[in-house]
């Protein structure tokens, strides 16, 4: 069974940087990567980046493309997101999770059945 829990996030004014972590445990038979999403309040999930278990694809959404970055540590078994040059619209809540599909041409890709890190909030105001 797959778990991933979440650390990182808090409060940061416009400009500055946070990081986020994923840690991952489990077989990673059931899934091709992990995905960063985020909800802001009254809008819908988005998801923003993905990297591959093998780390050789990653896939950043328009939003957040050239501002963050995913990585991974494999002996850590950790995804990290780092976030720099937030901006107030970065406002949001974060998740972690499983994923199916991760590539710069096909985009990110997810099931019913993924596994979900709890969330952790970012908030960026000055």
């Known amino acids: 069974q797959v778990q991933l829990v979440q650390s990182g996030g808090g409060l940061v004014q416009p400009g500055g940087s946070l990081r986020l972590s994923c840690a991952a445990s489990?077989?990673?038979?059931?899934?091709?990567?992990i995905g960063w999403f985020r909800q802001a309040p009254e809008k819908e999930r988005e998801g923003i980046s993905c990297?591959?278990?093998?780390?050789?694809?990653?896939y950043y959404s328009s939003s957040v493309k050239g501002r963050f970055t995913i990585s991974r540590d494999d002996v850590a078994n950790t995804v990290y997101l780092q976030m720099n040059n937030l901006k107030p619209e970065d406002t949001a809540v974060y998740y972690c999770?499983?994923?199916?599909?991760?590539?710069?041409?096909?985009?990110?890709?997810?099931?019913?059945?993924?596994?979900w890190g709890l969330g952790t909030r970012v908030t960026v105001s000055s």
């Open positions: 489990g077989s990673k038979l059931y899934y091709s990567g």
């Open positions: 990297i591959t278990n093998s780390g050789t694809s990653t």
């Open positions: 999770a499983t994923v199916q599909i991760c590539s710069d041409s096909s985009g990110l890709g997810y099931g019913p059945t993924e596994t």
